[in-house]
T-cell receptor, first 117, second 115 residues
Framework: AQSVTQLGSHVSVSEGALVLLRCNYSSSVPPYLFWYVQYPNQGLQLLLKYTTGATLVKGINGFEAEFKKSETSFHLTKPSAHMSDAAEYFC???????????????FGEGTQLTVNP | GAGVSQSPRYKVAKRGQDVALRCDPISGHVSLFWYQQALGQGPEFLTYFQNEAQLDKSGLPSDRFFAERPEGSVSTLKIQRTQQEDSAVYLCASMKGDRGTGELFFGEGSRLTVL
């Protein structure tokens, strides 16, 4: 079974400050890893994903995340927060290619990011 | 269509009523998923379709929940005899392929409130 833990249900940063949203996963095999963002009253949107290859992945809106197998982590970062980054962020894991359920995602509980002027 | 469309966006039901939630996926997308998102929680998997075949329904919480995708396009999630614990946002997502990349495109959700 797979699970995702997001540390901190609420994170508050100042505009221009570093954003760090933490995600740890539990999986019996190396999984695929994702970050999704949800703006109010909108559907979830993919920010970035790790499947294979380079462990540092870059996504939209200046976000990036690094897969660290030894730490079972996939933390999301952005060097400088913008007011428009305020949203809820979800880390998710799925079985790797070959599993029957393919891209069935297991989500964390989410982290609400607030950006203060 | 340009994106995944869900209807209704908001539904209020009295306990015991049946409800039906509709999902129009992106045209040509093979895979379709339903998720349930309770207040303050992450989405939880309900069921998965590959074209018209329901390949995984292990996340459906009870036999009151039923989903179908008869022609491999539009899908309907039906909840019979609704209970208060069914109150949640129901998210539909579609994907172009049948596995692997996990790049799901989500609709805006249908918010169900059971009184």
């Amino acid at each position: 079974a797979q699970s995702v833990t997001q540390l901190g249900s609420h994170v508050s940063v100042s505009e221009g400050a570093l954003v760090l949203l933490r995600c740890n996963y539990s999986s019996s095999v190396p999984p695929y890893l994702f970050w999704y963002v949800q703006y109010p009253n909108q559907g979830l949107q993919l920010l970035l994903k790790y499947t294979t290859g380079a462990t540092l992945v870059k996504g939209i809106n200046g976000f990036e995340a690094e897969f660290k197998k030894s730490e079972t982590s996939f933390h999301l970062t952005k060097p400088s927060a913008h007011m428009s980054d305020a949203a809820e962020y979800f880390c998710a894991v799925s079985p790797p290619l070959g599993e029957t359920s393919g891209s069935r995602l297991t989500f964390g509980e989410g982290t609400q990011l607030t950006v203060n002027p | 269509g340009a994106g995944v469309s869900q209807s209704p966006r908001y539904k209020v039901a009295k306990r015991g009523q049946d409800v039906a939630l509709r999902c129009d996926p992106i045209s040509g997308h093979v895979s379709l998923f339903w998720y349930q998102q309770a207040l303050g929680q992450g989405p939880e998997f309900l069921t998965y379709f590959q074209n018209e075949a329901q390949l995984d329904k292990s996340g459906l919480p009870s036999d009151r929940f039923f989903a179908e995708r008869p022609e491999g396009s539009v899908s309907t999630l039906k909840i019979q005899r609704t209970q208060q614990e069914d109150s949640a946002v129901y998210l539909c997502a579609s994907m172009k392929g049948d596995r692997g990349t996990g790049e799901l495109f989500f609709g805006e959700g249908s918010r169900l409130t059971v009184l």
